[in-house]
């Protein structure tokens, strides 16, 4: 590989072959194996990133771009050898423009990091997908969260972008004008891509001003789908839903599990209001209102910022709490979005599959824009449950498709979920592969990911 004697020079101790730093970014929260990198690279610089992919492209080197490591469907993972490239380094808050409610950052700033800087402008940045995940990443897996309902995902929050392609060169993408019609949409072409079209080395994100009152309230169902019933009412009710969460009895087990909450065994919504302190209460009213149709329990408001925080704390925590239901396991963690008239189905078909297959599943869904996740417990050296988990996946990544739906509404494809995109896509694929070759024809960018192999 003579791309690592050219980088050598470049980067001098910022390049690692070490056992140990390789070992880190090889690894991921999910269950995929691990996959080691030749060398990992820390460059400060877009100018830096550039060199690097210029020397990479002279000898068909792989280049990965890890941000955090927190993606669930191994995105970060460098399958193909070659380099991993941290951007951990490049991390500052480049300028914050209040007036205009934007922001400009390098791609290793995390969403929390973002939020700290601003802490005094009276802004915030909304995207919240619970891991303190870096924004280049969150751009990159066209990240979303809890506050998606409200807010958007980085596809709506992303206005434009810097960005190293495969040959080295670097283009600007977007601008900070609230919209444009010149030319091909590059901004969110980029979003989204995994890293297999081009490296993001800067971000203009949009802002959002902070609530003047806050309000979240916990309550419960007799069953999944009277939660969902009362969800799919609220939606067109005019409610501005900030967040709005489903979590289903067995995930309620791994919450008493792993925080000691001590919530009844049965599926709870998890809300939160936003808007001036006489709104925010109209909201809730009107919402516990719609509720009360369907079977409604247990309303507890979480009115203190003290209360929030320890709410959304332990919602974030889910796939730690996942965890508790069969200690020693992993966990397969899987979504899908369908829209919101066909949740009920999903979810339920989802639960009855788990079952049918001898499957411990917990079930999280940001149900107001249909999007839900399953956490199955799995033990990889188990090669029939392995099996079931398989055959479990494939129903939900085809029951999605059959209501109208998509294969992953949050953590994208990565390596995982490349053998539905045929399904989903059909011919546009073969499209999708065009762009690929085009922007990337030695095929260096995050090899293995997104797009399956040629059938």
């Not at 590989?1 to 970014?25: C, E, F, I, N, Y």
């Not at 297999?196 to 802002?207: D, Q």
């Not at 019933?229 to 409610?239: F, S, T």
């Amino acid at each position: 590989m003579s791309a690592l004697s050219d980088l050598a020079d470049l980067l001098g101790p910022r390049l690692s072959t070490g056992a140990s730093v390789r070992d880190q970014h090889g690894r991921n929260e999910s269950h995929f194996p691990p996959a080691l990198p030749d060398a990992v690279a820390f460059p400060e610089s877009t100018e830096e990133v550039a060199a690097i992919v210029r020397a990479c492209a002279a000898d068909g080197t792989p280049v990965t771009v890890f941000g955090t490591g927190t993606s669930l469907e191994g995105q970060h993972l460098p399958v193909a050898g070659g380099i991993s490239l941290d951007m951990s380094r490049m991390n500052r808050v480049l300028a914050v423009h209040g007036g205009d409610m934007d922001a400009v950052v390098q791609p290793g700033l995390t969403r929390t990091g973002l939020n700290d800087a601003l802490r005094d402008s009276g802004l915030f940045f909304p995207v919240d997908p619970g891991a303190d995940a870096s924004l280049g990443g969150m751009a990159a897996t066209r990240a979303s969260g809890t506050t998606t309902v409200r807010y958007g995902t980085m596809r709506d929050n992303v206005m434009a972008l810097e960005a190293v392609m495969a040959d080295g060169s670097v283009i600007r993408t977007g601008s900070r004008a609230r919209k444009s019609a010149s030319g091909y949409d590059l901004t969110h072409l980029l979003v989204g891509s995994e890293g297999t079209l081009g490296i993001i080395t800067e971000l203009t994100l949009r802002l959002h001003p902070l609530p003047e009152a806050v309000a979240a309230a916990t309550c419960r169902f007799p069953s999944v789908a009277e939660a969902v019933a009362c969800v799919i009412e609220v939606m067109p009710a005019a409610i501005p839903m900030a967040r709005i969460e489903l979590v289903d009895e067995m995930m309620v087990r791994g919450f008493n599990l792993h925080a000691g909450a001590e919530m009844p065994e049965m599926p709870h919504l998890f809300l939160e209001f936003h808007g001036a302190p006489g709104a925010v209460a109209d909201q809730a009213a009107l919402f516990r209102e719609i509720a009360e149709d369907h079977g409604v329990s247990g309303w507890q408001d979480a009115t203190t910022t003290e209360a929030r925080s320890a709410l959304w704390r332990m919602r974030h925590n889910a796939h730690h709490a996942t965890g508790a239901l069969e200690p020693g396991k992993r966990t397969l963690a899987t979504d899908v979005c369908v829209p919101i008239s066909a949740l009920a189905e999903a979810v339920a078909d989802a639960q009855a599959g788990a079952r049918d297959l001898g499957l411990t599943s917990a079930i999280v869904g940001h149900v107001g824009d249909g999007n839900f996740h399953c956490g199955v417990r799995l033990n990889p050296e188990d090669a029939d449950e392995m099996e079931r988990v398989a055959e479990f996946s494939r129903r939900l990544a085809e029951t999605a498709l059959r209501l109208g739906g998509t294969v992953t509404g949050e953590h994208g494809i990565g390596l995982g979920k490349r053998k539905y995109m045929r399904a989903e896509h059909g011919n546009a694929l073969d499209w999708m592969r065009r762009l690929k070759a085009a922007y990337d024809p030695k095929g260096i960018l995050n090899p293995g990911k997104l797009l399956p192999d040629a059938e």
